[in-house]
């Protein structure tokens, strides 16, 4: 029966658009075993140990992103850009996979980073093939002479090329911090979703 079950889920998900990472599904079930439960808000996604709303009680959060849509970074391609994110238990990737269909275009955090976000971000740059990346310029246009890829690129000049932040003397278009992130469709969501993970 489970495998009907997950044979039937597959065929769902192909059609919704877009499959789910392999890595991202071993969260979901991880996530869906515990218990977990999603809310995907106006700017932020969080994952909590209980159901916040019928929860008696103050449900932990797990892990969460938010993000901003205000052009104060630059247009950069109209993409959100991460303003704070947090993850305790390895939930951090579900949650930034979830923020990037949400927002149908995401960049890091454009001051500020921390090693382990960069590694998630250099992850999705260099592994993963269902992630669209598009290079941002700099607001100097450096790269390219339209203005709508320009983007504050503070995060990446402070990166470098042995994933330590701080160093700042390479190039920063190298960075995966320098990037717009992008999937088709919602396959994390409609995932969520048809596990009644989703409040």
């Known amino acids: 029966m489970n495998l009907l079950r997950e044979y039937i889920r597959e065929l769902l998900t192909e059609r919704r658009g877009g499959t789910v990472h392999p890595k991202i599904m071993s969260m979901i079930a991880s996530a869906d075993e515990k218990g977990y439960k999603v809310a ?11 159901d916040p709303v019928t929860y008696q009680g103050a449900a932990r959060q797990i892990a969460s992103v938010q993000w901003d849509d205000s052009d104060m970074y630059g247009p950069c391609l109209g993409a959100s850009h991460v303003s704070l994110s947090q993850a305790i238990g390895g939930y951090g990737p579900l949650l930034y996979d979830l923020a990037i269909e949400m927002t149908g275009g995401l960049v890091p955090d454009r001051t ?4 382990s976000a960069r590694d998630v971000w250099k992850y999705y740059n260099d592994q993963r093939d ?11 246009n450096s790269l390219t002479p339209e203005e709508k890829d320009n983007c504050e690129q ?8 042995t994933g330590d932040l701080g160093a700042g003397d390479w190039a920063w278009g190298d960075s995966p911090l320098s990037k717009r992130y992008s999937k088709q469709g919602r396959p994390v969501y409609n995932e969520l979703r048809s596990r009644g993970m989703m409040v």
Request: aromatic share 6%; proline share 0%; glycine share 0%.
């Open 40 to 50: 995907a808000r106006n700017y932020e996604v969080v994952l909590y140990d209980k």
């Open 112 to 115: 500020q980073v921390s090693n």
């Open 130 to 140: 269902d992630v669209q990346k598009v290079q941002l310029d700099d607001l100097q």
């Open 154 to 161: 503070l995060s990446a000049a402070k990166d470098d090329s």
